[in-house]
């Protein structure tokens, strides 16, 4: 799904590279020639110095399958008790249609030399596993290939469909 997103982001922000088209994207990100190099390296990095910071790693599939145990977690690791009005609170202004809706959450308010608000919005879909209307089946046999050999012996769980959380 980050790579659907980026795609999208990549088209809709000025200051990056306009892709060509998908398939063009799909190959410079699986390569790591896009903003911020590659995705692959980027979340193993961050990843080993979990030990060494005082660091939450959270992940967006776990906050659409279940925002309150996400809110939950990220309170408990801010140190903050929150009462349950509070936590309804935080969970109803967090969820991804009430964000899309704020301006400020939606980057409306970027001047449009450097977002091209035409284009789209920042807060696109909110949904687990897009990258299937995107992907072809040679792809998803690529990406499979590319990420299993990237990440092989990373601990960290990735979820690709919602019914991974069922």
Do not use: C
């Amino acid at each position: 799904d980050v790579l659907v997103s980026f795609f999208y982001f990549h088209k809709y922000a000025n200051m990056l590279e306009t892709p060509k088209n998908f398939d063009e994207f799909f190959e410079k990100f699986l390569r790591g020639e896009v903003f911020g190099s590659s995705w692959f390296e980027h979340i193993k990095s961050w990843y080993s110095h979990k030990d060494e910071m005082n660091m939450l790693f959270i992940t967006f599939e776990e906050m659409i399958q279940d925002l309150l145990s996400a809110v939950k977690r990220i309170a408990l690791f801010l140190d903050k008790q929150l009462t349950d009005d509070q936590l309804a609170n935080v969970v109803k202004h967090s969820t991804f249609s009430n964000m899309k809706t704020i301006p400020r959450a939606n980057y409306e308010q970027v001047p449009g030399d450097l977002l091209s608000h035409h284009l789209g919005r920042f807060m696109r879909k909110g949904t687990i596993g897009d990258w299937k209307n995107h992907f072809t089946v040679a792809q998803n046999e690529r990406f499979d290939e590319v990420f299993h050999r990237t990440m092989k012996d990373f601990p960290f769980p990735f979820v690709w469909d919602i019914k991974d959380f069922q």
